[in-house]
């Protein structure tokens, strides 16, 4: 069974920076395109960013377009997310995500399989 794990979440203060990893437990991991999302509390789960399974293609919300960088490396089967410019709105669970899709899409419906989620606190 595929699992996803995530860490690197964190408290930081309002302009700081984290990195976020997602292990992915299969060495298929070069089949899979890859997402993190974010849930806030009392709002749905959101897109936030993409990556193809070949790295080329990468799509972003535009709420973190410029300030967040999706990544992988197909070596070590993880993807990352770097968080730069963090503001008190980017408080939330931060989940990662796998799918099978050729290409990267924002709905959470075509990803097959989910991580635990990490949670990221921005203070003020």
């Known amino acids: 069974q595929v699992q996803l794990v995530e860490s690197g979440g964190g408290l930081v203060q309002a302009g700081g920076s984290l990195r976020l990893s997602c292990v992915l437990s299969e060495r298929t991991f070069r089949r899979y395109a890859m997402a993190w999302f974010r849930q806030a509390p009392g709002k749905e789960r959101e897109f936030v960013a993409g990556?193809?399974?070949?790295?080329?293609?990468?799509f972003y919300a535009d709420s973190v377009e410029g300030r967040f960088t999706i990544s992988r490396d197909n070596a070590k089967n993880t993807a990352y997310l770097q968080m730069n410019s963090l503001n008190p709105e980017d408080t939330a669970v931060f989940y990662c995500?796998?799918?099978?899709?050729?290409?990267?899409?924002?709905?959470?419906?075509?990803?097959?399989?989910w991580g635990q989620g990490t949670q990221v606190t921005v203070s003020s």
């Open positions: 995500a796998a799918s099978t899709e050729p290409l990267v899409t924002i709905d959470s419906k075509d990803y097959d399989y």
């Open positions: 990556i193809s399974w070949s790295g080329v293609n990468t």
